[in-house]
């Protein structure tokens, strides 16, 4: 059923793919590739048409334009305004709604569940005008603030699916040793559980952070001025108002990129634990 590992396939087999994987992994990085040489090309390769070929001179020069000309620093830091509420308000919301679904017995419980699932598969472009709508009249539209809640409430379901799985996932043995005990319940998901949490909360972390980060759907669709748009939504005004300046644009977005690839190396080894913890027995 599943494939054999490479290590067991013949010899030519493992020579072509030692052969195969370097050259598939240059093709996928070829757009950050041309991002990264386009960020350091100064203006007048562009202006002559050198796109694709290396530049004339190297022009870090860029880096620290993007910084002094425009309001790049603002959209950072608008981007971690939103970000930062936005994982704390998910993973608060999908800890306890993940012990509530996964510890608990009750009746309604497996819809409730599926009413959370469900509303991943809901296509977000459909949301657009509704949800546009919804916060302008509840004066919401171009704040901060509804763009957190909208993030929040989108990404609560993804994560109390993965909450709720891995909480029943854990020995039920320690929590009836509590409840014998006369702990609350309160204690016993703060003393007990969520420490066990910790693995997936870094995992889900990461995640909420690259997603909530790198939108920019709804960073165009819910902000209109400077001072709230995110950092994905900001890099257009990079731009000239005649000419398109693709050497500052594509500055802003490797140093847009930096903060998520940061926090993934920086929680590597608890977010690959959190997503393989429960794999194997």
Not at 55 to 67: E, G, M, R, V
Not at 112 to 133: H, K, S
Not at 165 to 189: D, Q
Request: net charge positive.
């Amino acid at each position: 059923m599943f494939p054999r590992p490479v290590e067991q396939a013949s010899p030519a087999v493992r020579i072509g793919y030692q052969l195969a994987l370097p050259v598939a992994l240059i093709v996928w990085l070829l757009p950050l590739i041309g991002v990264a040489i386009t960020s350091v090309k100064p203006a007048s390769d562009l202006a002559s048409g050198n796109y694709f070929g290396p530049p004339s001179s190297l022009a870090f020069s860029n880096y620290s334009d993007i910084f002094q000309n425009s309001l790049i620093g603002q959209y950072i830091f608008n981007s971690f305004k939103v970000t930062i509420p936005t994982v704390i308000g998910t993973l608060t919301l999908s800890c306890l709604t993940g012990f509530a679904l996964g510890i608990y017995r009750f009746r309604g419980n497996l819809w409730i569940f599926f009413m959370f699932v469900a509303g991943n598969f809901v296509p977000f472009q459909i949301l657009m005008v509704p949800v546009r709508n919804m916060t302008v009249n509840m004066g919401l539209y171009n704040t901060t603030l509804g763009l957190v809640l909208f993030h929040v409430a989108f990404q609560t379901g993804f994560c109390t699916l993965f909450m709720r799985n891995f909480i029943r996932m854990l020995p039920r043995e320690l929590i009836e040793a509590a409840r014998v005990e006369g702990v609350s319940e309160v204690r016993i998901f703060w003393y007990v559980v969520l420490p066990l949490m910790r693995p997936a909360i870094a995992a889900l972390s990461v995640l909420i952070f690259t997603f909530i980060w790198n939108d920019y759907f709804w960073a165009t669709v819910l902000t209109t001025s400077s001072s709230t748009q995110p950092v994905t939504a900001g890099l257009y005004s990079l731009n000239g108002q005649w000419i398109a300046q693709w050497q500052l644009v594509s500055a802003g977005a490797i140093v847009a990129a930096l903060p998520p690839v940061a926090m993934f190396f920086l929680m590597q080894r608890h977010f690959i634990a959190g997503l393989t913890l429960g794999a194997v027995k």
